[in-house]
Protein backbone atom coordinates (compact mmCIF):
# COMPACT_ATOMS: atom_id res chain seq x y z
CA UNK A 1 0.00 0.00 0.00
CA UNK A 2 1.20 3.50 -1.05
CA UNK A 3 2.25 5.45 2.00
CA UNK A 4 0.86 9.35 1.82
CA UNK A 5 2.80 12.35 3.28
CA UNK A 6 0.90 15.15 4.83
CA UNK A 7 2.46 18.33 3.76
CA UNK A 8 0.98 21.55 6.62
CA UNK A 9 -0.18 24.70 5.60
CA UNK A 10 -1.52 27.61 7.05
CA UNK A 11 -3.97 30.59 6.19
CA UNK A 12 -1.95 33.84 5.36
CA UNK A 13 -3.99 37.13 5.89
CA UNK A 14 -4.01 39.45 2.91
CA UNK A 15 -3.18 43.25 3.43
CA UNK A 16 -6.43 43.77 0.54
CA UNK A 17 -8.52 41.69 2.64
CA UNK A 18 -10.01 40.30 -0.42
CA UNK A 19 -11.81 43.18 -1.15
CA UNK A 20 -10.74 43.69 -5.01
CA UNK A 21 -11.22 40.30 -6.18
CA UNK A 22 -14.35 39.29 -7.31
CA UNK A 23 -16.43 37.12 -5.27
CA UNK A 24 -15.94 33.75 -6.91
CA UNK A 25 -12.49 33.92 -6.74
CA UNK A 26 -10.84 32.37 -3.17
CA UNK A 27 -8.84 36.00 -2.60
CA UNK A 28 -12.58 37.79 -2.07
CA UNK A 29 -11.71 36.12 1.74
CA UNK A 30 -8.71 38.20 2.52
CA UNK A 31 -6.87 34.82 2.77
CA UNK A 32 -4.63 32.31 0.67
CA UNK A 33 -4.33 28.93 2.03
CA UNK A 34 -0.17 28.23 1.72
CA UNK A 35 2.09 25.00 2.34
CA UNK A 36 5.42 25.00 3.86
CA UNK A 37 8.31 24.65 1.95
CA UNK A 38 10.25 21.63 1.06
CA UNK A 39 13.08 20.83 -0.50
CA UNK A 40 11.35 20.95 -4.19
CA UNK A 41 11.07 24.66 -3.80
CA UNK A 42 14.28 24.71 -2.08
CA UNK A 43 15.73 23.65 -5.46
CA UNK A 44 13.53 26.50 -7.33
CA UNK A 45 15.30 29.15 -5.62
CA UNK A 46 18.64 28.03 -6.82
CA UNK A 47 17.24 27.43 -10.28
CA UNK A 48 20.15 29.28 -12.33
CA UNK A 49 17.46 30.09 -14.97
CA UNK A 50 14.93 31.15 -12.94
CA UNK A 51 16.64 33.44 -11.40
CA UNK A 52 18.94 34.91 -14.58
CA UNK A 53 15.10 35.51 -15.58
CA UNK A 54 14.29 36.79 -12.46
CA UNK A 55 11.31 34.74 -11.77
CA UNK A 56 12.62 33.14 -8.83
CA UNK A 57 10.34 34.45 -6.51
CA UNK A 58 7.39 34.01 -8.35
CA UNK A 59 8.39 30.14 -9.51
CA UNK A 60 8.58 29.95 -5.68
CA UNK A 61 5.36 31.47 -4.36
CA UNK A 62 3.23 29.65 -7.37
CA UNK A 63 4.84 26.61 -6.04
CA UNK A 64 3.72 26.96 -2.60
CA UNK A 65 0.25 27.97 -2.93
CA UNK A 66 -2.26 25.69 -2.32
CA UNK A 67 -5.58 27.85 -2.77
CA UNK A 68 -7.08 27.53 -6.57
CA UNK A 69 -6.39 31.14 -7.96
CA UNK A 70 -5.12 32.84 -10.86
CA UNK A 71 -1.55 34.04 -9.69
CA UNK A 72 -1.42 36.87 -12.15
CA UNK A 73 -5.07 38.30 -10.48
CA UNK A 74 -2.79 38.89 -7.67
CA UNK A 75 -2.21 42.79 -6.25
CA UNK A 76 1.02 43.25 -5.87
CA UNK A 77 1.01 44.07 -1.92
CA UNK A 78 -1.01 41.01 -1.16
CA UNK A 79 1.76 39.25 -2.88
CA UNK A 80 4.32 41.15 -0.75
CA UNK A 81 2.05 39.32 2.55
CA UNK A 82 2.78 36.22 0.44
CA UNK A 83 6.64 36.21 0.35
CA UNK A 84 6.93 37.33 3.91
CA UNK A 85 4.79 34.36 5.27
CA UNK A 86 6.77 32.37 2.94
CA UNK A 87 9.87 32.90 4.59
CA UNK A 88 8.74 32.39 8.41
CA UNK A 89 7.11 29.27 6.98
CA UNK A 90 9.97 27.81 5.84
CA UNK A 91 13.23 29.24 8.01
CA UNK A 92 11.48 30.99 11.14
CA UNK A 93 10.37 34.28 12.01
CA UNK A 94 13.58 35.56 12.65
CA UNK A 95 15.72 37.12 9.71
CA UNK A 96 19.41 37.79 10.03
CA UNK A 97 21.47 39.78 7.83
CA UNK A 98 24.13 42.73 7.07
CA UNK A 99 23.48 46.64 6.86
CA UNK A 100 26.00 49.08 6.49
CA UNK A 101 28.60 46.73 8.35
CA UNK A 102 26.46 45.69 11.07
CA UNK A 103 24.89 42.45 11.93
CA UNK A 104 21.23 42.96 11.82
CA UNK A 105 18.17 40.97 13.12
CA UNK A 106 14.53 41.29 12.25
CA UNK A 107 11.36 39.67 14.03
CA UNK A 108 9.59 38.86 10.65
CA UNK A 109 6.17 38.49 12.62
CA UNK A 110 6.11 41.75 13.45
CA UNK A 111 5.41 43.30 10.05
CA UNK A 112 1.56 44.78 9.49
CA UNK A 113 -0.29 45.26 6.74
CA UNK A 114 -0.58 48.98 6.06
CA UNK A 115 -3.84 50.71 7.49
CA UNK A 116 -6.67 50.32 5.03
CA UNK A 117 -7.88 53.78 3.26
CA UNK A 118 -11.49 54.57 3.90
CA UNK A 119 -11.72 54.51 -0.05
CA UNK A 120 -10.41 51.41 -0.39
CA UNK A 121 -12.80 49.90 2.42
CA UNK A 122 -15.71 51.42 0.39
CA UNK A 123 -14.52 50.23 -2.94
CA UNK A 124 -17.10 47.42 -4.55
CA UNK A 125 -14.41 47.68 -7.85
CA UNK A 126 -10.21 47.61 -8.43
CA UNK A 127 -10.59 51.48 -10.21
CA UNK A 128 -10.51 54.84 -8.74
CA UNK A 129 -10.62 58.24 -9.18
CA UNK A 130 -8.73 61.45 -8.62
CA UNK A 131 -8.34 64.99 -9.84
CA UNK A 132 -5.44 66.02 -10.72
CA UNK A 133 -4.57 69.57 -8.34
CA UNK A 134 -2.85 71.74 -11.16
CA UNK A 135 -4.71 70.70 -14.50
CA UNK A 136 -7.99 69.87 -12.93
CA UNK A 137 -8.58 67.04 -14.97
CA UNK A 138 -10.13 63.80 -13.26
CA UNK A 139 -8.45 60.28 -13.84
CA UNK A 140 -9.58 56.97 -12.81
CA UNK A 141 -7.30 54.30 -12.48
CA UNK A 142 -6.57 50.71 -11.05
CA UNK A 143 -4.52 49.05 -8.71
CA UNK A 144 -1.41 46.83 -10.00
CA UNK A 145 -1.92 43.45 -10.11
CA UNK A 146 1.17 40.94 -10.62
CA UNK A 147 0.07 40.26 -13.71
CA UNK A 148 0.15 44.27 -15.21
CA UNK A 149 3.36 44.48 -13.17
CA UNK A 150 4.95 42.02 -15.32
CA UNK A 151 3.21 43.48 -18.71
CA UNK A 152 4.70 47.01 -17.64
CA UNK A 153 8.61 44.98 -16.80
CA UNK A 154 8.11 43.48 -20.61
CA UNK A 155 6.82 46.41 -21.74
CA UNK A 156 9.74 48.85 -20.61
CA UNK A 157 12.34 46.16 -21.43
CA UNK A 158 11.05 46.39 -25.34
CA UNK A 159 11.37 50.07 -25.28
CA UNK A 160 15.00 49.91 -24.15
CA UNK A 161 15.90 48.17 -26.61
CA UNK A 162 14.69 50.26 -29.48
CA UNK A 163 16.32 53.42 -27.63
CA UNK A 164 18.76 52.81 -24.74
CA UNK A 165 18.99 56.89 -24.17
CA UNK A 166 15.68 57.98 -22.52
CA UNK A 167 14.03 55.85 -19.82
CA UNK A 168 10.19 55.38 -19.70
CA UNK A 169 9.72 53.75 -16.68
CA UNK A 170 7.45 56.42 -15.66
CA UNK A 171 5.55 57.07 -18.48
CA UNK A 172 4.57 53.33 -18.99
CA UNK A 173 3.99 52.14 -15.21
CA UNK A 174 1.29 55.63 -15.33
CA UNK A 175 -0.07 54.34 -19.02
CA UNK A 176 -1.19 51.20 -17.59
CA UNK A 177 -2.64 52.65 -14.21
CA UNK A 178 -4.71 55.02 -15.65
CA UNK A 179 -8.07 53.92 -16.69
CA UNK A 180 -9.81 57.09 -18.59
CA UNK A 181 -8.78 61.01 -18.55
CA UNK A 182 -12.06 62.78 -17.81
CA UNK A 183 -14.52 59.89 -18.64
CA UNK A 184 -12.71 59.17 -21.89
CA UNK A 185 -10.80 55.28 -21.97
CA UNK A 186 -8.97 55.23 -25.22
CA UNK A 187 -6.04 54.14 -24.85
CA UNK A 188 -4.29 56.18 -27.18
CA UNK A 189 -5.62 59.38 -25.53
CA UNK A 190 -4.34 57.84 -22.42
CA UNK A 191 -1.36 57.95 -23.54
CA UNK A 192 -1.19 60.71 -25.57
CA UNK A 193 -2.40 62.55 -22.39
CA UNK A 194 0.42 60.49 -19.69
CA UNK A 195 3.48 61.10 -22.62
CA UNK A 196 2.39 64.88 -23.29
CA UNK A 197 0.05 66.89 -20.72
CA UNK A 198 0.51 64.54 -17.54
CA UNK A 199 2.36 67.13 -15.45
CA UNK A 200 5.24 66.19 -12.89
CA UNK A 201 3.74 68.19 -10.13
CA UNK A 202 0.32 66.34 -10.95
CA UNK A 203 2.23 63.19 -11.34
CA UNK A 204 3.75 63.48 -8.20
CA UNK A 205 0.57 63.75 -6.56
CA UNK A 206 -1.10 61.01 -8.08
CA UNK A 207 1.91 58.50 -6.91
CA UNK A 208 1.25 59.63 -3.57
CA UNK A 209 -2.68 59.37 -3.51
CA UNK A 210 -2.03 55.65 -5.02
CA UNK A 211 0.97 54.80 -2.38
CA UNK A 212 -2.29 55.62 0.58
CA UNK A 213 -4.76 53.42 -1.56
CA UNK A 214 -2.61 50.64 -2.24
CA UNK A 215 -2.79 47.53 0.20
CA UNK A 216 0.55 46.44 0.67
CA UNK A 217 2.65 45.58 4.07
CA UNK A 218 4.31 48.23 6.13
CA UNK A 219 8.41 46.88 5.59
CA UNK A 220 9.75 49.72 6.90
CA UNK A 221 12.09 48.38 9.98
CA UNK A 222 14.64 50.65 12.36
CA UNK A 223 18.06 49.39 11.79
CA UNK A 224 21.42 50.65 13.31
CA UNK A 225 24.07 51.71 11.32
CA UNK A 226 27.75 51.56 11.58
CA UNK A 227 28.04 55.06 13.13
CA UNK A 228 25.87 53.48 16.25
CA UNK A 229 22.65 55.61 14.96
CA UNK A 230 19.31 54.35 14.19
CA UNK A 231 17.96 54.72 11.09
CA UNK A 232 13.81 53.63 9.15
CA UNK A 233 14.88 51.88 6.15
CA UNK A 234 12.94 49.24 3.67
CA UNK A 235 13.61 46.15 4.77
CA UNK A 236 16.46 44.90 2.61
CA UNK A 237 15.36 41.73 0.35
CA UNK A 238 17.69 39.73 -0.89
CA UNK A 239 17.90 35.39 -2.32
CA UNK A 240 19.31 35.14 0.93
CA UNK A 241 16.26 36.16 2.66
CA UNK A 242 14.45 32.81 1.46
CA UNK A 243 17.68 31.12 2.06
CA UNK A 244 20.41 32.07 3.98
CA UNK A 245 22.56 29.07 2.88
CA UNK A 246 21.65 29.46 -1.03
CA UNK A 247 25.10 29.62 -2.63
CA UNK A 248 24.60 31.36 -5.83
Do not use: C
Not at 16 to 23: D, I, T
Not at 207 to 224: F, V
Amino acid sequence: MEQKFKIPTEMVELPSKGLLYSKDSPLSSGKIEMKYMTAKEEDILTNANYIKQGVVIDKLLKSLIISEVNYDDILVGDKNAMMIAARILAYGKEYEFEYDGVKQVVDLSKIEPKPLSLELEKATENEFSFTLPSTGNTITFRLLTHGEDIKIDQEVKGLQKISKDIGSDITVRLSHLVTSINGDRDQKSIRDFVNNYFLARDAREFRKYYGSLNPDLDLTTTLTNSTGDEEDVDLPIGLNFFWPDARV
